[in-house]
């Protein structure tokens, strides 16, 4: 199984509506979750779309993370985001950048829904010249100690970046030939500001924090390559190098879990695709996911769906025995 996550998507029945955007969003995660990211046009890295959280399945995006800059600006209402274990709440108007290769999402603030617009800029698009991006890019990207930085719309710096953001959303809404170029030049412009500003200056490097990063996307590689084996703590630490306790405090720090509750949540993901395509008897399955105990298997299953691995399967196919 290549993707690990994958939202239904049922289109608006309005064509007219935001063009193409669906009634609920979709998401595609990679087995390291990294995100499967739906640019307008191939070979054109450059992602533009206004949404609202209520597009989302549970007004809530997957914790994901891309090689792309993500910029947000809140339209109407307020977002909670999530960027490496670190939560803010992003207010009306505020602007947020978030550095490239970070685990993060945003969801609802006190399941209120909220208006937004999400850039994806990715950054071959910065500069063909190689001393230029060496210069005013790499050093951003790979700064540890930059994981993101949220614009206020009262700052100076936040106006400006929200100005910048609403023009070249307002660009992909007109789709006039060769909009492209010019969002592509306007974001090297608020690039240009913010460096000038100083927003964009490397904090101290925090290198513990790449480490712990890598760490956990290793860590989460090994689970998703061996569920169906019999796995102990201790061979999932090995996996990442660190200690137990090492492991249990970056899988809590980073996707709120302990290891053995996300291996035993991608191992139920893999029973419903099992269950769903395939007519294997519910004992075969319980094994090929790695529970070695049928009565674990369906206890664990109703925990989380709440249903039993054949009434879920009668569910999808009445007709089944």
């Known amino acids: 199984m290549d993707k690990i996550f994958k939202t239904n998507t049922t289109e608006s029945n309005n064509p007219k509506a935001e063009d193409t955007v669906p009634s609920i969003l979709k998401t595609e995660l990679m087995q390291d979750r990294s995100e499967v990211v739906q640019y307008e046009q191939t070979g054109i890295p450059l992602y533009i779309r206004t949404a609202d959280l209520s597009f989302y399945p549970d007004m809530s995006a997957p914790c994901h993370w891309h090689d792309d800059i993500e910029w947000i600006h809140i339209l109407n209402g307020k977002m909670c985001f999530y960027i490496n274990g670190k939560r803010l709440t992003l207010e009306e108007h505020d602007s947020l950048m978030v550095n490239a290769r970070q685990m993060h999402y945003g969801y609802s603030f006190r399941k209120q829904d909220c208006h937004f617009s999400c850039i994806l800029f990715h950054p071959s698009l910065f500069c063909s010249n190689r001393m230029l991006m060496k210069k005013y890019v790499t050093p951003i990207l790979e700064n540890c100690g930059l ?66 990063l890598k760490t956990q996307k290793d860590i989460v590689s090994f689970l998703y390559q061996h569920y169906s084996e019999k796995l102990t703590l201790d061979e999932i630490a090995a996996s990442g190098h660190v200690s137990r306790s090492k492991c249990c405090r970056i899988f809590q720090h980073y996707l709120q879990q302990t290891p053995i509750d996300f291996l035993n949540a991608y191992r139920l993901k893999v029973s419903c695709s099992l269950l769903d395509t395939t007519d294997k008897s519910i004992t075969e399955i319980a094994l090929a996911c790695g529970f070695n105990h049928l009565s674990y298997f369906s206890k664990m299953f109703y925990g989380n769906f709440g249903c039993t691995p054949r009434e879920y399967r009668n569910r999808l196919n009445p007709h089944s025995s």
Do not use: F
Request: hydrophobic letters at 40%; proline letters at 3%; charged letters at 30%.
């Open 147 to 212: 994981q993101y930085l949220h614009l206020d719309s009262a700052s100076e710096a936040g106006e400006e970046t929200a100005k910048y953001l609403a023009q070249v959303v307002s660009l992909k809404e007109n789709t006039a030939e060769g909009y492209e170029m010019e969002a592509i030049a306007l974001m090297h412009i608020l690039w240009c500001r913010l460096l000038q500003r100083g927003e964009l200056s490397p904090d101290p490097d925090r290198q513990e924090i790449a480490d712990d």
